[in-house]
C-alpha cells in the first residue's frame, strides 16, 4: 500500500494591484493554519518520503511553515499551479516509487482528485478548505484511476 497526502494551500492574502496570482503570500492565519497542518501530520506519523509542491508562493510558504515533517526529497513542479485532476493523478503515478507522497497544491484540483479517487466523481465537489488535507491509501502497484483509494484521513484547520 502506498499513501497520497494532498494538502492545499494555508489562507493566502488576497491580490494587490497588478500583483501576479503566483506571487499571492500567506496571510498571518495561513502561518498558523500551515503550522497546525504540520503538527497534525507529525502527530499521525505521517511524514513523506517525497514532496511536490506548487511554484506559488502561497503553496511554498505552507510547505516551509509545516516545520520538521521528516528527510522527505522536495521537488517544486509549476504543473501543479490550475493542474487538473488528470494532470495531479498522473504526478502522483510517476512518483509511484514513494511510500507517502505529499502534494502540495490548489483548488478546485486536489479536492476534485480527492474525490474521484475515493468515490469515482469529481461532480460539484467542494470540500477542501485552505490548509485542509486528504489522505489516501491505496495499492501500491497501479494506476491511479476513479475508485482506486479509501480516504483513511481528513483534516482541516
Do not use: K
Not at 516551509?64 to 503515478?93: C, K, M, Q, R
Not at 480527492?114 to 488535507?133: E, N, V
Request: charged share 20%.
Amino acid at each position: 500500500m502506498r499513501q497520497l497526502i494532498l494538502l492545499r494551500h494555508a489562507h493566502a492574502e488576497s491580490a494587490t494591484s497588478g500583483q501576479d496570482d503566483l506571487q499571492r503570500p500567506l496571510s498571518a492565519t495561513g502561518q498558523a493554519e500551515a503550522r497546525a497542518a504540520g503538527d497534525w501530520l507529525r502527530e499521525h506519523g505521517l511524514q513523506p518520503d517525497r514532496v511536490l509542491c506548487s511554484n506559488a508562493t502561497r503553496t511554498r510558504e505552507t510547505l516551509a511553515a509545516l516545520a520538521d515533517i521528516g528527510d522527505a526529497e522536495v521537488h517544486e513542479d509549476a504543473s501543479i499551479y490550475e493542474a487538473s485532476p488528470g494532470t495531479l493523478a498522473a504526478l502522483a503515478d510517476a512518483n509511484r516509487d514513494a511510500e507517502r507522497l505529499l502534494l502540495v497544491g490548489h483548488n478546485p484540483g486536489l479536492e476534485q482528485l480527492a474525490a474521484l479517487m475515493h468515490s469515482g466523481q469529481t461532480g460539484d465537489y467542494r470540500g477542501m478548505p485552505p490548509g485542509g488535507i486528504a489522505v489516501l491509501t491505496l495499492p501500491a502497484d497501479v494506476n491511479i484511476e476513479p475508485g482506486i483509494a479509501t480516504l483513511s484521513a481528513f483534516w482541516w484547520p
